[in-house]
């Protein structure tokens, strides 16, 4: 269409210049030492006009070479991007060997992108081929001498999913002198700690995980909570009850709030014998926010005064008429003060909401002291039952009708 166009304006003008020269086609004299040239304005025109083209044709021809570079250049590029773009589309649909076969053409080119070369690496480990891998990305560090920090954090992930801990410790130690702040490296290492179970290395991660805000402050509790809870278990690990309980207050106090954590505390306190303390934090914490897991501690607390520790728990009865875990801890109460009669109705009042394998224990128990064997018995048998069936289930609290703790934890 454009040489077309080209064409109708030549010819116009051609038309043009016929008509207006015919009736008078000049005159030009042209003159150089003792040389001149004569000719009409018309001829002339027609030889700068020939002149003109014969200098754009050979500029044309100067700049062939860097033309025909260019188009093998595009050329080379749109082959590079149609084998990356099939090496992609083979590594998601799980072709790993053809993928790292079309990405391996792929690096081979100096054009090629750095993420060529970062999903080679990790299209190598998913094969199982560190060697690969690691040449690959070499190669990248070589081409891309520029994106140091980049290809380190790509080595990291690849070495954390490989479960590769110690080398990816190594890396990501690297990478935290260098770049302290980056929130991918910190949160490549809040992995890696987690993995290894290293709560002390985490708990000093957690400040600049906060700052940096890697996480929301809902997932950054979590955590604390998470590392904290260790480091309860770890001080609880020997006997000395006052160590615990400095440990515990060193905590920060949002972490001291979580009810899941303070019945982890409030176990290990009756397990190393401190009844006071641990009664006093379950009766504050309960009369605070109702929680199953602290009303059930409360039912193994021995407490100093058992009268009294019954009458509070039936206090509570008057607002959590239908309370399961809290008619079972009434009913150890009651056993504790010999209230069969007590304890019988509610370990009956408990398994009619919600049936579990301790309350029939319990039950199974008490009838037997009660020589009832035949009821006894019958008790015994559907909490074997339902012990089979929450072991199946995973152990879910339905099953069991009760929040598990762990008194040796």
Known sequence: MKWLLLALVALLASVTVALVALPDPGYVLLGYGKYSVETSLLVLLVVLGLAYLGIRLLAGLWHVPARVQRWDHRRHDQRLQRLFDGAVIDLTEGRLERAERRLARVVKSRQAPLLAYLTAAKTAARSGADERRDTYLELAR??????????????????????????????????????????????????LYVQQQDWQSLRELLPELRRSQVLDEPQWQQLAVQV????????????????????????????????GLLAVYIEQLLRLGDYRQAGQLLEARIRDGWNQRLVYLYGELPAEDAAAQQATAERWLEQHREDPVLLLSLAKISLRNQLWGKARSYLEASIDLQPGAEAYRLLGSLLEQLNEPDQAAECYRKGVELSGAAGTDGGTTAATNVVPISRSA
């Open 142 to 191: 070589q081409r891309n001498p520029g994106a140091e920090t980049a290809i380190a954090i790509t080595q990291a992930e690849i070495l954390l999913s490989a479960a590769q801990l110690e080398q990816a410790q190594t890396v990501l130690t690297r990478l935290h002198r260098s770049v302290p702040r980056n929130p991918q490296v910190l949160r490549l290492l809040m992995q």
């Open 228 to 259: 904290y809870r260790e480091q309860v278990l770890a001080l609880s690990s020997g006997t000395d009850v006052e160590t615990l309980k400095n440990g515990w207050k060193q905590l920060p106090p949002p972490v001291q709030q979580d009810e």
